[in-house]
């Protein structure tokens, strides 16, 4: 793959564009800036200066997207920790690795290789999975490093809705829950998933998976916990999951339905990509590297058999 090392360009136009926040704000009371206009290409891998985040651009063809936001390590001198009271630190444990596979696998099976997004830096120092506004950084460098990664984040799914059309972003996370499954998100609330899937089929519009909703001869419900819902594809493979046909609804358990990208990638506000965040648990499924080959694995086939069903993408694999 050819690498691309987008800091010049990315500073130039957004040093044109940008209006600067106070060194503490976080971005605070200003409105988010534009992010910078890139001609991305396919099979090539961009990334930052100190490589703290990185796109491997897949195939043109490809119609998803991965991304690792919470799983970084570095920690950059001029990014200092994140100190306000409602500002989330915990790292998300081998989630790039996981991610990783994911997206080998998909490629080993189908033969078209995934967009796939990392973020490096420490979620106590840069933030990715907020609004700017709300992610407490502590330096303009944690700001100018979540703008160059929702860039590449942008790129990658405005590469999938003008050559394929129509595509998924999966946004890994991990979660410490008392219930070891993957807790699909779809910004569905918990009331509503504990609700009659009468109810729950007016939820749609407010949905990371809205457009899919307009396109599918399924029902909203079904999508959520029926026979080819991403959940219950999970757990055909093994992989306990909620909400499911096996494991419908949350009831009183603790539940993450989707953050930031989720919200500003999926198609709840338009467009033909739909999103999902998954958060993994770790005794079951991360925390050793076998328990990552082999969950990797069966997420992968998961997504191939719900893009099958669902997008009529993959026949034949």
């Not at 703008?147 to 050559?163: I, P, R």
């Not at 001869?217 to 757990?235: H, K, N």
Request: hydrophobic residues 35%; glycine residues 8%.
């Amino acid at each position: 793959m050819k690498k691309m090392n987008l800091w010049l360009l990315a500073c130039l136009l957004l040093a044109a564009a940008a209006c600067k926040k106070n060194e503490n704000d976080g971005g605070n009371d200003e409105k988010e800036e534009s992010l910078p206009v890139i001609e991305y290409q396919p099979n090539t891998t961009y990334t930052t200066t100190g490589n703290q985040v990185k796109l491997i651009m897949g195939d043109a063809n490809s119609p998803i997207v991965l991304a690792s936001p919470h799983d970084g390590t570095m920690t950059p001198s001029n990014m200092p920790v994140r100190t306000h009271a409602n500002a989330v630190t915990v790292r998300d444990l081998y989630l790039t690795d996981v991610t990783e596979k994911v997206a080998n696998a998909i490629y080993q099976r189908t033969g078209v290789r995934p967009h796939v997004l990392i973020n490096y830096v420490e979620r106590a120092r840069m933030e990715p999975n907020r609004a700017l506004a709300e992610t407490y950084h502590q330096s303009e460098a944690a700001n100018q490093l979540w703008k160059e990664y929702h860039a590449f984040l942008k790129g990658a799914t405005d590469m999938v809705s003008k050559n394929v059309g129509k595509g998924l972003f999966l946004d890994m996370h991990g979660h410490g829950h008392t219930k070891h499954r993957v807790e699909v998100g779809y910004l569905t609330s918990i009331s509503d998933l504990n609700g009659t899937d009468a109810a729950l089929n007016n939820r749609a519009t407010v949905s990371s998976i809205y457009h899919l909703s307009t396109t599918s001869p399924y029902s909203f419900s079904q999508l959520i916990r029926g026979d080819y819902a991403f959940g219950t594809l999970l757990a055909n493979e093994g992989v306990a999951a909620v909400p499911s046909k096996q494991d419908p609804k949350p009831n009183n358990d603790d539940y993450f339905n989707g953050g930031y990208c989720t919200l500003t990638y999926g198609s709840r506000n338009g467009g033909a990509i739909s999103a999902l965040q998954l958060e993994t648990p770790g005794p079951t499924f991360r925390d050793t590297p076998s328990l990552r080959t082999a969950s990797a694995p069966k997420v992968a086939d998961a997504i191939i058999k719900y893009m099958q069903t669902h997008y009529s993408l993959f026949i034949g694999k």
